[in-house]
């Protein structure tokens, strides 16, 4: 109902181990919400977070290495006030590591991350081709941003041919995720 109970909660439910809140412990610090901003303590407890299971934690700790000025901005959804930009230095082969290890343990965001680290040349030679294969597998765990990737891949073209059938497969897919319907 209110911040502090929100803050109490979460360091409760991180204290005693739940994933999910540790995890969250982690955005907090990341962005400076409700606590004080400590990319140190965030990358702590995304640490933990995955050491706990928390696969999403992967794609969460990754980031902090892998700043991007188009998806590093964290806002305040409810007042649209920039939280944080570029969290942390930049270290393109630790967060590689970092989404590789997520990709193993059946992290969704994660594939789609390091696919989107091949499109851009983001610490690899830029591959299109190489993309297309992580947004592949982030559309197989229904990754809604992975199913939209992958369909702009296909209905552009990048890989040779524009394949219209399989851009608008994708795009629906993207579609039917409650990420586009909100």
Not at 11 to 35: Q, T
Not at 36 to 61: E, H, I, N, P
Not at 130 to 146: L, P, Q, S
Request: net charge negative; glycine share 10%; with cysteine.
């Amino acid at each position: 109902k209110d911040d502090n109970s929100i803050l109490r909660c979460v360091k409760e439910g991180a204290k005693v181990g739940h994933p999910m809140c540790i995890e969250w412990m982690g955005e907090l610090y990341r962005d400076g919400y409700l606590v004080q901003k400590s990319t140190l303590l965030a990358d702590q407890y995304f640490r933990l977070a995955t050491m706990a299971g928390c696969v999403a934690a992967y794609y969460q700790w990754g980031n902090m290495y892998n700043p991007r000025d188009d998806y590093d901005m964290y806002v305040d959804r409810s007042g649209g006030t920039l939280l944080s930009t570029q969290v942390h230095r930049t270290d393109y082969a630790k967060a590689m590591s970092i989404f590789q290890e997520g990709l193993k343990r059946g992290c969704a965001l994660c594939p789609n991350a390091i696919g989107d680290m091949y499109a851009r040349g983001l610490g690899v030679k830029a591959d299109i081709n190489e993309a297309a294969k992580y947004f592949a597998i982030a559309a197989e765990r229904k990754n809604e941003v992975g199913c939209l990737n992958l369909a702009l891949y296909f209905y552009n073209g990048w890989g040779g041919e524009r394949d219209d059938e399989l851009a608008y497969k994708y795009f629906i897919a993207a579609e039917t995720d409650s990420f586009f319907r909100s």
